[in-house]
């Protein structure tokens, strides 16, 4: 697969600029079309619902709201633009933000988010975006720690592999980025509760599978014990990798999130971009 269609969260927030850099270096990369796009906040079911919000004492909240929307719409353009990327497009929705990136992120390859930063609460903004994008939009979620500067996101890649399907998604999702790293590092992990153990030596065929596209891989042993989460991470400082690609683990009921907890250790305390898919 190839990445033709990559879709970039658009806010006001300090860490915007980076993930909408990381967004249009990729899609200059793989000469995708990039897509910013920029929620009003209000729910499409609340819209939906009540015609009349459109007059009267909200309707200066509203505009006010879609202010704010192009405003960053007009900051994605421009960014995009200096970091390289061709082919733009500018998405106003009338939604909040995890309907609204969830619902088009069905519609990409590749989705650019930022890990959640408490201590920036702007308004509108979902705490738990990332996880409601990643269980609820059936693609991929490319995460940007609120840390740090990333210049590239697929020079060195640690990838984690326990043989699930949520680990088979990641990794097939990730090839366009595997096939261009320099050094591809298989984190092997214990297969959940239920999965049939390899007939092989574990991570042979997936190793295999990855050298058929290209991919320069080397297999590290089983992280058995412990904080897996926290393992990944180490293993990823070790081997100075910029990109994390590995499976998500959860339920979305209602609004209520429930993460496994080695998705929810690295959603956390993440050090470097994380390619996660459920």
Do not use: C
């Amino acid at each position: 697969m190839a990445y033709k269609s990559i879709l970039v969260h658009a806010d006001l927030s300090r860490h915007a600029p980076q993930r909408i850099a990381i967004a249009a270096r990729l899609a200059h990369a793989h000469q995708a079309h990039l897509i910013g796009a920029a929620m009003t906040g209000l729910s499409r079911f609340t819209l939906e619902n009540n015609r009349g919000m459109r007059g009267g004492a909200v309707a200066a909240q509203i505009n006010a709201l879609h202010g704010q929307a192009e405003q960053a719409l007009d900051q994605f353009e421009t960014l995009a633009r200096q970091a390289g990327a061709v082919s733009l497009e500018r998405r106003l929705i009338e939604d909040d933000e995890d309907g609204g990136m969830a619902i088009s992120a069905r519609y990409s390859d590749l989705t650019v988010l930022s890990q959640h930063d408490a201590s920036e609460a702007l308004p509108g903004a979902m705490s738990d975006l990332v996880p409601y994008v990643m269980l609820n939009a059936a693609r991929p979620v490319l995460i940007v720690p609120r840390g740090g500067q990333f210049a590239e996101v697929n020079n060195t890649v640690v990838v984690a592999w326990d043989g699930s399907m949520e680990a088979t998604r990641a990794i097939g999702h990730a090839l366009p980025l595997l096939r261009a790293a320099r050094l591809v590092v298989l984190a092997l992990l214990h297969p959940p509760a239920g999965h049939a153990q390899p007939a092989r030596h574990p991570g042979a065929d997936i190793a295999a599978y990855l050298s058929r596209h290209g991919v320069p891989v080397e297999v590290r042993p089983a992280i058995a014990t412990g904080d897996i989460g926290a393992a990944l991470l180490a293993m990823a400082a070790e081997v100075r990798a910029n990109l994390l690609v590995m499976g998500g683990y959860g339920h979305a009921r209602f609004r209520e999130i429930l993460l496994g907890g080695v998705t929810e250790t690295v959603l956390r305390q993440m050090t470097l971009p994380v390619l996660m898919a459920h």
